[in-house]
């Protein structure tokens, strides 16, 4: 194998394709990244039996052919390079040999036989969606994913529902619910799968803001991401994911709008005496058209007050101040609509209008003062 490239070009692509390589194995193919000289350009591929990414880049390929090189070590050296352009040529014994201006390398590679089969996704079903909505969607649902589940590892992922030109994200961690929706052009029948929380993280990574489209191919048991010169694959999980339309109340004894930043900004201050060693909940009494929050810890006592229009019954419901304020954070509106039904009901936090989100929060029982 022999080949020149751009080094900012590889070491861009290699960095990237390092996302998806296995840094806790005991097998050093997994520990690496596939370099494939093709006669148009560079193939670059990494995959840990979960999750991979695969780009490609342009170079002037003098020789086809492939190697396995240590992805942490590959990508430091690439990075340190002092020249424009890199050569790197590998023997039969796949060893590397990488040349920029007067800095030289001799890397030992393994055989890229070595590299496990990525999975085929064919015959699956075409869907676009703008890269800048879906990073958006995704922002806006991955913080109610639940870290460690071992009863329901389904819930450690994203769930896409695909129907009647409309795409739905929900994430839930059994103390939280997040769902947001968007308008796409989809004529097909009604798909439902679940994304690790991991893949969709690391696919946002390399998405931009602009008009771009982002392509999902979606087999079986697993999903094919097309991101301009990137394919992102990973495998679907499988099981039970909860029946989250039972969750949402289907009533509501007090509504609430607020300022959103107001809200956020009152939160943080009352939440200053709170911490992990003194987990505490926050108090929040809904009357009079305002919210007195409140919190008691170890430490000493802080109050504040937020002005809201309401209607409905006076409400005094404690919440895990962490979980509140992530779900008002990635809330995009001036203001967000407020929905309670009695101390013991999860809130529900909407846009004024329309339904584009919903965060669930479930309560925390307050102790008489």
Request: charged share 25%; aromatic share 6%.
């Amino acid at each position: 194998m022999k080949f020149v490239c751009s080094t900012e070009q590889l070491s861009l692509a290699a960095h990237n394709v390092q996302r998806a390589v296995s840094m806790k194995t005991t097998l050093p193919a997994l520990e690496s990244i596939r370099i494939e000289a093709q006669e148009d350009g560079l193939i670059l591929t990494g995959y840990d039996l979960e999750f991979g990414i695969i780009t490609s880049i342009p170079a002037r390929v003098e020789e086809k052919g492939s190697i396995l090189i240590n992805a942490r070590i590959f990508c430091d050296i690439v990075k340190k390079l002092p020249a424009e352009n890199v050569r790197i040529e590998s023997d039969e014994l796949f060893t590397a040999n990488i040349v920029s201006g007067e800095a030289k390398y001799s890397i030992k590679g393994t055989s890229p036989d070595e590299f496990p089969e990525l999975p085929s996704v064919t015959g699956g079903i075409p869907i676009v969606i703008n890269q800048g909505v879906l990073k958006e969607m995704v922002r806006q649902t991955i913080f109610a994913v639940a870290v460690q589940d071992a009863n329901k590892v389904i819930h450690t992922g994203i769930k896409f529902t695909i129907v009647d030109k409309t795409i739905t994200l929900v994430a839930v961690d059994g103390f939280r619910l997040a769902i947001r929706k968007e308008v796409i052009d989809y004529d097909g029948e009604e798909v439902s799968f679940v994304v690790p929380a991991k893949t969709m993280s690391e696919l946002v990574k390399l998405t931009m803001d602009d008009d771009s489209d982002v392509s999902l191919g979606i087999g079986k048991r697993h999903i094919v991401f097309t991101v301009g010169e990137y394919s992102i694959i990973s495998r679907l999980l499988e099981g039970e994911f909860l029946n989250y339309k039972t969750a949402i109340p289907s009533s509501n004894s007090t509504a609430v709008s607020v300022n959103t930043k107001t809200l956020i900004d009152s939160i943080e201050r009352t939440s200053l005496i709170i911490s992990d060693r003194l987990a505490t909940p926050l108090r929040c009494l809904f009357n009079d058209n305002a919210i007195k929050i409140s919190s008691i810890t170890q430490i000493g006592t802080a109050t504040d007050r937020v002005p809201i229009e309401m209607k409905g019954e006076v409400v005094e419901i404690g919440f895990n101040n962490r979980f509140l304020l992530d779900a008002l954070r990635v809330a995009d509106t001036d203001e967000v609509k407020i929905e309670l039904n009695g101390s013991v009901s999860p809130i529900i936090i909407t846009p004024p209008e329309g339904d584009a989100f919903m965060f669930i929060v479930l309560p925390v029982r307050l102790k008489a003062e």
